[in-house]
């Protein structure tokens, strides 16, 4: 009778069977966690995202700001002319403490150079 019951609700007694064992083994449940941690992760990875197009858009800021203050220093340079090694002096004495060492002031000390020669031009 049950087979019956079972056979006019389309659903076969092993089926039913297996269903409950996946049931009482917590598989249903591990499957909602899963679904859940899934969410948390997409939601995660949302704000990841929309932080990396932050710090973008303020590395575009600051890029824009040096790059502004580079041609007024290019203007005013062009009117007063400076020696290359008193800039390159005066970032030593900036730079001695930084920790990037001699690298870095070789990197700013090359800016400079530019700045400066672009204003001789």
Same mark, same amino acid.
């Given at each position: ?9 389309? #659903? ?11 049931? /009482? ?6 499957? #909602? ?36 203050? /580079? ?31 001699? /690298? ?18």
């Amino acid at each position: 009778m049950a087979d019956e019951d079972s056979a006019e609700n389309g #659903t076969h007694p092993d089926s039913q069977k297996f269903i409950e064992q996946l049931r /009482e083994s917590g598989f249903f449940q591990q499957i #909602t966690d899963l679904e859940q941690n899934l969410k948390t992760i997409a939601e995660d990875l949302k704000s990841l995202g929309e932080i990396a197009i932050q710090r973008l858009q303020e590395t575009e800021s600051l890029a824009a700001h040096v790059i502004a203050m /580079e041609a007024v220093l290019t203007v005013i340079l062009k009117d007063k002319q400076v020696e290359l090694e008193d800039v390159k002096a005066v970032v030593r004495a900036s730079m001695s403490d930084a920790p990037s060492g001699e /690298e870095g002031n070789a990197i700013v000390e090359s800016i400079a150079a530019e700045i400066v020669n672009k204003a001789r031009a």
